[in-house]
């Protein structure tokens, strides 16, 4: 751990500076458009709106076979609504039939096409009767289903939570990179920088140890000439994948170290408590271990801006 100049402005010694980190950890990194994309949801809807409102016809329907084959037939669009009536997105679904059987069958609906003739009818309308679709227009007291799919798009967009967690931390760190280069136009950065982007970039060749390796952002200081790769994560709970990343990042600082860049880890969660040595080792090794109180009280911006 480097001991900067903002560790003595904050009254932080080098033997508290450990602690410091540990007692300033996140509980949650959750931000209000973390729960449901909102806007994803609504743009998914409108895009099957019309064909929703026809099969809304169906509802209640008393030859519910008949009545479809009738509605598919002459409005053939209306297929490619099926697949989200089952929370699914994708277009073509094979299904294993006669397992009971000892069969294995394997038929292929497909959604998408625009073709449309009595027998491929008959086929939609058995994908719907042995799914039990069917239900939700005669029994299940469906009654929209334009009502019912935006309640299946919310559904399917709380399983985007893992993806939206996984990016939150490099968003939340960004909005603190794009404020410092607000302020210092010295200071220059890629978002999702690869070796290549960083030399096209700004003419550095980095040799890395991962030839896929992509940094969530680098930094360079066009005053001080100063090149500095940045990785976040964020951890809520414990296990082996915050010991086998401690070791990942000890080895990379020490292959960049050598360079001549500067590498920042910039980390958060309450998953560290669980696993306090390995961190602690990576801790003192590398000069810059982070997190996002550090960041948010000017940490981030001084090493970047003023090389410390």
């Not at 059987?101 to 719907?128: H, K, M, P, W, Y």
Request: hydrophobic share 40%.
């Amino acid at each position: 751990m480097r001991l900067v100049k903002w560790y003595l402005d904050h009254g932080i010694q080098s033997q508290d500076a450990f602690q410091y980190f540990m007692s300033n950890l996140q509980g949650t990194l959750r931000t209000w458009d973390y729960f449901v994309d909102w806007q994803k949801v609504r743009t998914n809807l409108n895009s099957v709106i019309i064909e929703l409102n026809m099969i809304n016809s169906l509802i209640g329907s008393k030859n519910f076979e008949r009545d479809f084959v009738a509605l598919v037939l002459k409005y053939p669009e209306i297929k490619k609504v099926i697949p989200i009536l089952l929370a699914v997105r994708d277009k073509n679904i094979t299904v294993l039939e006669n397992l009971d059987r000892g069969s294995f069958v394997q038929t292929t609906f497909d959604f998408n096409s625009a073709a449309i003739n009595e027998s491929i009818a008959r086929d939609l309308l058995n994908f719907i009767v042995q799914s039990k679709l069917s239900e939700l227009f005669t029994d299940a007291g469906v009654k929209n289903f334009v009502d019912y799919v935006f309640g299946v798009e919310v559904g399917l967009d709380s399983n985007g939570r893992k993806n939206r967690g996984g990016t939150l931390m490099e968003n939340v760190v960004g909005i603190f990179i794009s404020g410092a280069a607000a302020r210092n136009p010295a200071l220059q950065y890629i978002k999702c920088a690869s070796a290549s982007h960083i030399k096209a970039r700004f003419g550095v060749k980095i040799v890395v140890d991962k030839s896929n390796r992509i940094f969530d952002y680098a930094v360079f200081n066009n005053k001080t000439r100063k090149l500095y790769l940045i990785e976040t994560n964020f951890y809520n709970g414990g296990g082996s994948k915050l010991k086998s990343v401690c070791g990942e990042f000890r080895s990379l600082n020490s292959q960049l170290k050598k360079q001549n860049i500067d590498f920042i880890w910039i980390t958060d969660g309450e998953g560290w408590k669980t696993t306090e040595y390995p961190l602690r080792e990576a801790y003192d090794e590398l000069d810059y271990v982070i997190n996002l109180r550090m960041v948010a009280d000017g940490l981030l911006d001084s090493i970047v801006s003023e090389g410390q």
